[in-house]
């Protein structure tokens, strides 16, 4: 069974540095695939991964949101077959709807099992996507399992406790993490 992981949130929240982290430390002799999608084509991101030494092949075939979710899971088998991974990461455009690729993930009639569902939130600027961004942002956070609420260095616990009751209200089932992913190991993460 494939696992698969979605880390979602918005444009600089600290989706590909959580990613990295989980590279470096978190998972161990697996093979992996990562996809990204934030300017609308799907694609390895392989900036950080080559400086690994990890093999990088390019796989572009569309937008992974909005209409396009049925090309989304045709390319997800296509992955699948082309290069037969362990694990296959999704990072989707911050504006994506998280319930719209767990829906397209479901419907795969290959052997998968939708694994981490996590979306990262910038603390400082929660509010600011809420009002801009209502229905995106609450998508993200009400579809996952776990909320990362990212970048509180410079935060104050009132303003981390207003976040926090923010994510609770749209999501009162998440597992909500404050600790700054810098000070959390990849095995943590996964553990988290």
């Not at 569309?62 to 396009?68: K, R």
Request: hydrophobic share 45%; proline share 2%.
């Amino acid at each position: 069974m494939i696992k698969i992981d979605v880390i979602s949130g918005f444009l600089g929240a600290g989706k590909t540095t959580l990613i990295k982290k989980l590279f470096e430390s978190g998972f161990h002799g697996e093979k992996i695939v990562l996809i990204e999608n934030e300017f609308g084509e799907i694609g390895i991101d392989g900036g950080f991964l080559k400086e690994s030494g990890i093999e990088i092949k390019e796989i572009n075939s569309g937008c992974i949101c909005c209409s396009l979710v049925g090309d989304f899971a045709a390319s997800m088998v296509e992955i699948i077959e082309k290069f037969n991974p362990e694990r296959i990461i999704v990072e989707p455009s911050g504006v994506g709807k998280l319930s719209d690729i767990i829906n397209a993930i479901n419907t795969l009639e290959v052997d998968v099992k939708l694994n981490i569902l996590a979306t990262v939130v910038d603390g400082s600027k929660a509010k600011i996507y809420l009002k801009n961004f209502g229905e995106f942002f609450i998508n993200q956070v009400d579809s996952a399992d776990s909320v990362i609420i990212n970048k509180i260095d410079k935060m104050s616990d009132e303003k981390l406790l207003e976040v926090v009751e923010l994510v609770r209200d749209k999501n009162p089932r998440a597992n909500i993490i404050t600790t700054p992913i810098d000070e959390l190991s990849g095995e943590k993460l996964l553990e988290l």
